[in-house]
């Protein structure tokens, strides 16, 4: 059985961190793309960061500098660090595993910025 378990979101302040995770089971097989989305509300979905099998990563523009992604190959999980929390960036955030024929996405995170 396919399941994707998204770590739990929050309300930070603004300026503060929070931390994403996002692991796939009961696949076989090894992942390349591993991405995470964000939706505003009234915005459309749009693109956080990707990274590749080999580590390659890249950042929307709006997540240069404060976000990082990265990935266990291990526990096939794909993380998320957010610094520098911005009320802007307040979104559902997903994480988005192509796989083949494939495409598995989370439910979404929570993500709440605000004083």
């Known amino acids: 059985q396919v399941q994707l378990v998204e770590s739990e979101g929050g309300e930070v302040q603004p300026g503060g961190s929070l931390g994403l995770s996002c692991a796939l089971s009961?696949?076989?097989?090894?992942?390349?793309?591993m991405n995470w989305y964000r939706q505003r509300p009234q915005r459309e979905r749009e693109l956080v960061a990707t990274?590749?099998?080999?580590?390659?990563?890249h950042y929307a523009n709006f997540g240069k500098g404060r976000f990082t992604i990265s990935r266990d190959n291990y526990k096939n999980t794909v993380y998320l660090r957010m610094t520098g929390l911005k009320p802007e960036d307040t979104a559902l955030y997903l994480c988005?595993?192509?796989?083949?024929?494939?495409?598995?996405w989370g439910q979404g995170i929570q993500v709440t910025v605000s004083s």
């Open positions: 990274i590749a099998g080999l580590g390659n990563t």
């Open positions: 988005n595993i192509p796989m083949g024929r494939y495409n598995y």
């Open positions: 009961g696949v076989e097989g090894s992942i390349n793309i």
